[in-house]
């Protein structure tokens, strides 16, 4: 069964220093997510993107993030220059049609800033 | 957006049915979910549900939704110690993000 897959599983970074997480979606989905979860609270919605191009973002993702779908499979979320607070597990979602309802999501990367 | 709010923890025996409860406040959520996420694992989409549906069986799964109460509940019958997980709700309006609840936390015990 097809999955969506993200690397890596765990990073670690200094604060100030640029990540770039990555994934490969559901290979004939449309819509693409990244979600945080910041440990012990819910997961949040980040941002969303279909057609090269952002369709909706969250006040959570400010100009540190950028996000990119650099060749036809995989989809990767930049975090510019991270701080303490960026720590969490990131998700990648995807969806084949925003009205296809279902989201699958990835195993998550965890990322740690210190 | 919209708050979605869930018990925290939810302890049953094995053999036993599970009841896990959400309450939304977003009128305009359209699509209704549940997520399970084991430890250490991504969230899995465990299953879906309409606003103009009032319940939906998958096995072992019902979801039953009470529009007026803005209320969401997911049954697991004969729950198992496989079953012991995080459970999250989420709902979705007419834009792209899910909204999750805190998730509730699923022991089962033999």
């Known amino acids: 069964e097809p999955e969506v897959t993200q690397t890596p599983s765990h990073q670690v970074t200094q604060m100030g220093q640029e990540v770039i997480l990555r994934c490969v979606p559901i290979s004939n989905h449309l819509y693409f997510y990244w979600y945080r979860q910041i440990l012990g609270q819910k997961v949040e919605f980040l941002v969303s993107f279909y057609n090269n191009e952002i369709s909706e973002k969250s006040e959570i993702f400010d100009d540190q993030f950028s996000v990119e779908r650099p060749d036809g499979s995989n989809f990767t979320l930049k975090i510019r220059s991270t701080k303490l607070e960026d720590s969490a597990m990131y998700f990648c979602a995807s969806n084949l049609k925003t009205g296809g309802y279902e989201q699958y999501f990835g195993p998550g990367t965890r990322l740690t800033v210190t | 957006g919209e708050d979605v709010e869930q018990s925290l923890f939810l302890s049953v025996r094995e053999g036993d049915s599970s009841v896990i409860n959400c309450t939304y406040t977003d009128s305009s959520s359209t699509y209704l979910y549940w997520y399970k996420q084991e430890p250490g694992a991504g969230l899995q989409l465990l299953t879906y549900?309409?606003?103009?549906?009032d319940m939906k069986q998958d096995q072992r799964l019902t979801v039953l939704l009470n529009k007026k109460d803005k209320h969401l509940s997911l049954r697991i019958a004969d729950t198992q110690t496989g079953d012991s997980a995080i459970y999250f709700c989420?709902?979705?309006?007419?834009?792209?993000?899910?909204?999750f609840g805190k998730g509730t936390s699923l022991l089962v015990t033999p």
């Open positions: 549900i309409f606003s103009n549906m």
């Open positions: 989420a709902g979705r309006d007419s834009g792209y993000a899910l909204n």
